[in-house]
């Protein structure tokens, strides 16, 4: 975001020397350059994009950044891509095709891109649904979540086959966070989080397989009415703490642990707050595992 680009760098290193193993950026915003700039002014952090959207450049040209980044990080660059979704590439004008297709087909075009600029690095598919895990084992380095439901991701991580317990597959889910001892306040700020995307058919449909058919179902009669102020509160407690974290340190620490239980390997905690911007959310963050 403007005016806080050199901050978020800044902060990258403070993250690196706190000990902490990488940092990801969104898909809003130039996140490869963002990497870019945090690769180098570190030394350790890993860095990646989660995601980066498919249909906004060529296959090809997406290769020129993805190995040259690659190379001025010494290998700690992971490239998370995906398709985005519908309603968001159509506001900027791009058509969505069929995803297990267009995946397939930008990864194998971006291989052949790679073989005249260098090495790729390892290439991580935004994953929500079983077609889209199996693909990414079949022709990927790792698979990213954004907003899982935790009681659902073994059977997720099921799809992957033997590339679950492969250190070299990445596995990984970006979860919603809020710090605050007062846990109703949190809560309250992860559903204004999350209301943008329980309206997308593609998470609705997740959802409703993770055992969220009630919810989904109310939400989408809200839409369908006109109800979208209603929408916070068809999202029930259980539903919103299966698919974030909020609450006290040790709410969010024990929630933590529990998601390593499931066998995830990689924590992407995404921090909002009660009372601060981005920046400082992700120091409340931080301040949980000092």
């Known amino acids: 975001m403007r005016g806080r680009r050199q901050a978020t760098v800044d902060l990258a290193a403070e993250i690196e020397q706190r000990g902490f193993a990488g940092v990801y950026c969104p898909s ?16 350790r952090l890993e860095v990646g994009t989660a995601i980066a959207n498919i249909y906004t450049r060529h296959p090809h040209d997406y290769a020129l950044s993805a190995t040259l980044l690659h190379e001025l990080s010494g290998g700690r660059f992971r490239f998370g891509v ?45 994953t929500l649904r079983e077609k889209m895990v199996r693909l990414a084992a079949e022709i990927a380095e790792g698979a990213v979540w954004a907003n899982a439901a935790r009681s659902h991701m073994p059977t997720s991580l099921a799809f992957l086959g033997d590339k679950a317990h492969s250190q070299d597959f990445f596995t990984g889910n970006m979860i919603p966070t809020c710090v605050a001892d007062d846990r109703a306040a949190a809560a309250a700020v992860m559903r204004k989080t999350l209301a943008g995307y329980v309206i997308l058919p593609n998470y609705q449909n997740y959802w409703i397989e993770a055992g969220y058919a009630e919810e989904m179902e109310a939400i989408r009669q809200a839409i369908a009415k006109g109800e979208r102020e209603r929408i916070p509160e068809l999202m029930s407690d259980e539903w919103l703490a299966d698919c974030t974290l909020f609450g006290s340190v040790k709410e969010v620490r024990d929630g933590v642990e529990a998601w390593y239980a499931t066998g995830i390997k990689t924590m992407i905690l995404v921090p909002s707050s009660t009372q601060a911007g981005q920046l400082e959310a992700v120091r409340e963050v931080m301040a949980v595992f000092d």
């Open 28 to 43: 809003f915003g130039d996140g490869i350059g963002l990497c870019e700039a945090m690769a180098l002014r570190t030394t």
């Open 82 to 126: 995906g398709i985005s979704h519908d309603p968001v590439n159509r506001r900027m004008g791009l058509s969505t095709g069929k995803p297990l297709r267009d995946m397939r087909e930008f990864v194998e075009q971006l291989r052949q891109g790679a073989n005249r600029w260098g090495d790729l690095p390892p290439v991580v598919l935004a």
